[in-house]
């Protein structure tokens, strides 16, 4: 088949995949496989190959990472039950203050909590952030809020165990080792930088509270003062299941924002949050922060020790097993249920795992969906033209890998699915454009967060809990993660000589 026919059908069925999710709202598992389909029946796949295609590239994504998505969304989802990350912002305010909570916040977001699932973490620290934001003053909203956009949607494509960085490395065989380390290495000064950017163009005017904010009502303090009295009189469970509520109604209701940091914040206001620390570190049945999260920070370490044994030719079977990313999640995975079970009893973890498995089911789908839509693009010829055209001489070719995912990202609208198709549109490429696999794979993860917008859940969670209007939230969201998405790229350039 010429290249033509390929060029266009494959244009076409993205397109068509986009159509369907955005203007139609099919759901975006259905779309994806109706443009798998497509794509397949119109190029050299054809009649014989192409389910097989999609089902094999589904399959191949679940058989590398479904495990992996599984273990981490069940370890999230039980330090969310214990209230780890209530603890954990806490923490953080009092030791680093209130002005610097921006950057130990995201940094601690995007470097650690990428277990668990992201609307999850939003909802639970969204309204700790805005408390905090009150206590910064002026400009606090903005600050927080794009500290936790850019951390967030940061976190999920290059720090493992994202669920977009699993699946990175899985499409470009990269050891998940080398994608943690080298992931580690670049999302570190990416934060900084992009946080200390939006926070200069903050002070210089770029942000209006009386545009850019939601005005809480009185009336909906005054409901949130009700709420709040009610749930001091509940469990530590019964709480965070009403935090957990809040996702449901993002879309319809602004006041939620403020009235789930009331809750949180207690009737004293923002200046109450010293307190309700001391409360949380002498709660009954919450462990010691440092021995919650010390399961889930064994696991990342075995991962990384593996990669520093392979990368100094140092072969040991005990550490290679050990270091096996199925192998340290699934201790991870135990020692957090063994804390979780001498701390909140076996009922709650029990539960904290239901709700896990329900939360991990709609993620293992739409990425080994990614892994089809992939399978069947790279399958149909795509990669053999564009192998034609790009080489080793391709000037910058980091930079056309970062370009592909931003065009897929603006089409589609979500990150994993962009950075996704883009990595399995340039695996075959990796040999002939001379770089190696890990550095395609954070150039795609980088691509695809480029102009995050309203098609984006996290944009409305943002924009709800985080008090915001549409335009501020414009500004927070798509500005500040779009500006990390640039300072990523750029900050890869230098340390993609460290490979040559």
Not at 193 to 201: D, E, N, P, R
Not at 304 to 315: F, K
Not at 382 to 387: E, T, V
């Amino acid at each position: 088949m010429s290249d033509v026919p390929v060029l266009v059908n494959t244009a076409v069925a993205i397109i068509a995949t986009v159509v369907l999710i955005v203007r139609f709202h099919v759901h975006p598992v259905i779309s994806l496989v109706l443009g798998s389909l497509y794509l397949g029946l119109t190029t050299e796949l054809g009649l014989d190959k192409t389910v097989q295609t999609i089902t094999k590239g589904f399959g191949d994504i679940m058989a590398e990472v479904g495990l992996l998505i599984a273990f981490g969304v069940l370890m999230g989802a039980i330090l969310q039950e214990m209230g780890t990350i209530e603890e954990l912002v806490h923490r953080l305010i009092r030791l680093f203050g209130p002005k610097r909570l921006p950057y130990s916040l995201a940094l601690t977001i995007g470097t650690l909590l990428q277990s668990i699932y992201l609307d999850v973490l939003l909802v639970i620290s969204a309204p700790l952030a805005r408390s905090a934001a009150r206590r910064i003053g002026h400009l606090g909203t903005p600050r927080m809020a794009v500290a936790m956009a850019i951390a967030l949607e940061c976190g999920i494509v290059l720090v493992v165990p994202g669920v977009g960085a699993l699946a990175l490395a899985a499409l470009l065989h990269v050891p998940l080792g080398t994608m943690l380390l080298w992931g580690l290495v670049l999302i570190v000064p990416t934060i900084i930088i992009s946080v200390a950017i939006m926070t200069f163009l903050f002070h210089k005017g770029f942000w209006n509270p009386a545009s850019d904010e939601l005005a809480v009502t009185h009336e909906a303090d005054l409901a949130a003062g009700d709420e709040a009295r009610t749930e001091q009189t509940a469990g530590p469970g019964q709480q965070t299941t009403a935090a957990r509520s809040q996702i449901t109604r993002h879309g319809t209701e602004s006041s939620s924002a403020g009235a789930t940091t009331a809750t949180l914040v207690g009737p004293d206001g923002p200046d109450g949050a010293g307190a309700d620390a001391e409360g949380a570190e002498t709660a009954v049945g919450r462990p010691h922060l440092l021995l919650s999260f010390a399961p889930l920070l064994l696991a990342l370490l075995l991962i990384a020790a593996g990669a520093v044994a392979e990368a100094a030719g140092w072969h040991n079977r005990v550490l290679a097993f050990l270091a096996d990313p199925v192998v340290a999640l699934l201790v991870g995975l135990i020692g957090t249920v063994v804390v979780g079970r001498m701390h909140m009893g076996r009922k709650r973890v029990d539960d904290a795992i239901a709700r896990g498995f329900k939360d991990s089911g709609q993620i293992l789908i739409l990425t080994a969906v990614g892994g089809s839509l992939a399978a069947v693009v790279a399958a149909g010829g795509l990669g053999d033209i564009l192998r034609g055209y790009f080489g080793a001489h391709t000037f910058a070719p980091l930079l056309l890998v970062w370009l592909i995912a931003a065009v897929l990202h603006i089409a589609v609208g979500s990150v994993t699915i962009s950075a996704i198709t883009a990595a399995g549109i340039l695996a075959p490429l990796a040999p002939g454009l001379g770089i190696d696999p890990v550095l395609i794979a954070l150039a795609a993860g980088t691509g695809s967060l480029f102009a995050v917008h309203v098609t984006s859940n996290t944009f409305w969670l943002l924009q709800s809990l985080m008090g915001q209007t549409t335009r501020g939230t414009l500004k927070t969201c798509t500005v500040g993660v779009s500006l990390a998405s640039v300072v990523a790229i750029v900050l890869l350039q230098p340390i993609s000589l460290l490979f040559f």
